[in-house]
């Protein structure tokens, strides 16, 4: 089972680029979320979404874009990336949207730097 | 939102039991708590979870005080692969999209 796969593994841009981080999961979830994380630091919630055509924003949103027209997909847009962007992004996924035993499951992560 | 509080650091010796803290005076009734570890240079993997009652599975145990206001996550036999750091979460009923992870605890085992 290929589960949560992260695409690229890294990534370096300059300044004002744009990416988009793609995630995609085949366990059929309906809850999908990107996080971030810092050297030293927990992961913080960038966006979630629920389910397809649904997304709402985490905890650090700002400078990043998603949408979700798939179950399986939930890609993270950067506008213009910044140097603050630098970090590592995870991909994450979970069956239910309402039950809060259900556990995520993440994806290998994707180390950006931008320059 | 419910917050948690973990030590920064633990140190074990291989094939000792370890007990992991996580506090969590907010916690709402119908808050699950959940633990995950991230090993280095990995994704965070679910490691346990439970409501009210002491849970096993192969992995660790989780013990949950009466009050529910502290836990403790518990690792038998520590090994050289249990490195990593344990995050505590409180996954709520009616926020249950939102999981947010602290900075977690660093477990380190030494030989």
């Known amino acids: 089972n290929a589960g949560v796969t992260q695409t690229p593994k890294f990534q370096v841009l300059k300044t004002g680029q744009s990416m988009t981080l793609q995630c995609a999961q085949d366990?059929?979830?309906?809850?999908m979320s990107w996080y971030r994380q810092d050297p030293g630091m927990g992961l913080r919630l960038i966006h979630y979404s629920v389910g397809a055509g649904i997304t709402d924003q985490g905890e650090v949103p700002n400078g990043y874009n998603v949408s979700r027209s798939t179950t399986e997909d939930f890609p993270l847009r950067l506008l213009s990336a910044a140097p603050s962007q630098t970090s590592v992004y995870f991909c994450?996924?979970?069956?239910?949207?309402?039950?809060?035993?259900?556990?995520?499951?993440f994806g290998s992560g994707t180390q950006l730097s931008v320059l | 939102d419910a917050k948690t509080t973990q030590p920064n650091s633990m140190e074990s010796n291989e094939e000792e039991p370890v007990h992991l803290p996580c506090n969590h005076s907010?916690?709402?009734?119908?808050?699950?708590i959940h633990w995950y570890r991230q090993l280095p240079s990995q994704g965070p993997e679910y490691v346990i979870h439970?409501?009210?009652s002491n849970v096993n599975n192969r992995m660790a145990s989780l013990a949950i005080a009466e009050d529910r206001k502290s836990s403790t996550l518990i690792l038998h036999r520590a090994t050289l692969r249990d490195a990593a750091v344990y995050y505590c979460?409180?996954?709520?009923?009616?926020?249950?999209?939102?999981?947010?992870f602290g900075a977690g605890t660093r477990l380190t085992v030494k030989p």
């Open positions: 366990m059929n979830h309906e809850y």
């Open positions: 979460i409180l996954r709520a009923l009616y926020n249950n999209n939102d999981m947010r």
């Open positions: 994450a996924s979970s069956y239910s949207i309402v039950a809060t035993n259900e556990k995520l499951f």
């Open positions: 907010t916690i709402s009734g119908t808050d699950y």
């Open positions: 439970g409501l009210t």
